[in-house]
T-cell receptor, first 114, second 115 residues
Framework: AQSVTQLGSHVSVSEGALVLLRCNYS??????LFWYVQYPNQGLQLLLK??????LVKGINGFEAEFKKSETSFHLTKPSAHMSDAAEYFC????????????FGSGTRLLVRP | KAGVTQTPRYLIKTRGQQVTLSCSPI?????VSWYQQTPGQGLQFLFE???????NKGNFPGRFSGRQFSNSRSEMNVSTLELGDSALYLC??????????????FGPGTRLTVL
């Protein structure tokens, strides 16, 4: 069965500092991996997705993630945090090309200190 | 192009009642998925529909049901509501059935409170 683990329910960084949100997955088949962001009282917005085309995936708002099969990881990074990045971030996995049955991690709340 | 629309945005019901939530996908999208989000269980998959056919179903009791209409609009129904059904219900739509060449877009959700 597939699963996703997000390490750290809360991450706090200073404005301008590196953002690193961790995601590890478990999958018996090549996975499709996603990062979503959720602002208060809103739905989910796709930041980026990995579909095996390239291991380093660039997304919106300056975020990127690297797929590392040997480490079963898909960590999200941003070189310089902005106050507007404060939100909850979810990593998700789906088993393959023909399904959007997403399995989500428990989420990481990013706090950005001025 | 308008985004995914969910109605109503907020809903209050009492235990034992039933509720119907509606989702209108982005124009041209034929796939709709539903998710339940709660503080305790997080985001959990409910259903996935494509062209009026249910393709996948999550691990929820039979009180949860859904359907998709010929115009791709979808509804989900929860009967005999329980306190634990209080949640944010999210709908998402996409053109096709998978992420390889497609992107799924989420609506703002319906906040259901069961008293």
């Amino acid at each position: 069965a597939q699963s996703v683990t997000q390490l750290g329910s809360h991450v706090s960084v200073s404005e301008g500092a590196l953002v690193l949100l961790r995601c590890n997955y478990s999958s018996s088949v090549p996975p499709y991996l996603f990062w979503y962001v959720q602002y208060p009282n809103q739905g989910l917005q796709l930041l980026l997705k990995y579909t095996s085309a390239a291991t380093l995936v660039k997304g919106i708002n300056g975020f990127e993630a690297e797929f590392k099969k040997s480490e079963t990881s898909f960590h999200l990074t941003k070189p310089s945090a902005h106050m507007s990045d404060a939100a909850e971030y979810f990593c998700a996995v789906t088993p393959g090309v023909s399904s959007y049955k997403l399995i989500f991690g428990s989420g990481t709340r990013l706090l950005v200190r001025p | 192009k308008a985004g995914v629309t969910q109605t109503p945005r907020y809903l209050i019901k009492t235990r034992g009642q039933q509720v119907t939530l509606s989702c209108s996908p982005i124009s041209g999208h034929r796939s709709v998925s539903w998710y339940q989000q709660t503080p305790g269980q997080g985001l959990q998959f409910l259903f996935e529909y494509f062209s009026e056919t249910q393709r996948n179903k999550g691990n929820f009791p039979g009180r949860f049901s859904g359907r998709q209409f010929s115009n791709s609009r979808s509804e989900m129904n929860v009967s005999t509501l329980e306190l634990g059904d209080s949640a944010l219900y999210l709908c998402a739509s996409s053109q096709g059935i998978g992420p390889n060449t497609d992107t799924q877009y989420f609506g703002p959700g319906t906040r259901l409170t069961v008293l």
